[in-house]
């Protein structure tokens, strides 16, 4: 006897990929934030800009702006489906970042500009307290689908 088997069709769905580390709210941890996050993407297989710059940029601001002596920063990488979401946590949520312009002869100023020029999308989140995150969003799909930051 001739029997067929009905095999349901199975969708694949791209892996939902995370990555999360806590460090310390200092110059030092902030660099280790970018190292550490440019060692993931690499081995997603992912592209590096600007997603390292955009590490680098939240992590320095919480080791800058909103350091409390000994409570320390998360950063998490997500990455589901053709994005990749940065979200870096502190314990400052009454302090929330502002995005403005600098002057020209300015010697600081410009992290949040450049977030916004990089990023897709990006913004805040309170809670629980005292914590806040500060995201970033951008594609990492093909070249034609990344960050606005290669777009004209």
Sequence with gaps: MNQETATPEVQLRPPIRNFSVQLSPTPRGA?????????QLRSWGLPLDPAAHLVAELAAN?????RVPGRDFRVTLYVVGAT???????T????????HHPLPHAESGRGLV????LADRWGTALGPYPRKTVWA?????PPAERCRAEEP
């Design 84 to 90: 990749l979401r940065i979200e870096v946590t502190d």
């Design 114 to 117: 450049l977030v916004d020029t």
């Design 62 to 66: 919480a080791a800058t702006h909103s």
């Design 137 to 141: 969003e951008c594609r990492v799909g």
């Design 92 to 99: 400052r949520g009454d302090h929330l970042p502002q995005l």
């Design 31 to 39: 660099r280790l934030a970018r190292l550490l996050a440019t060692e």
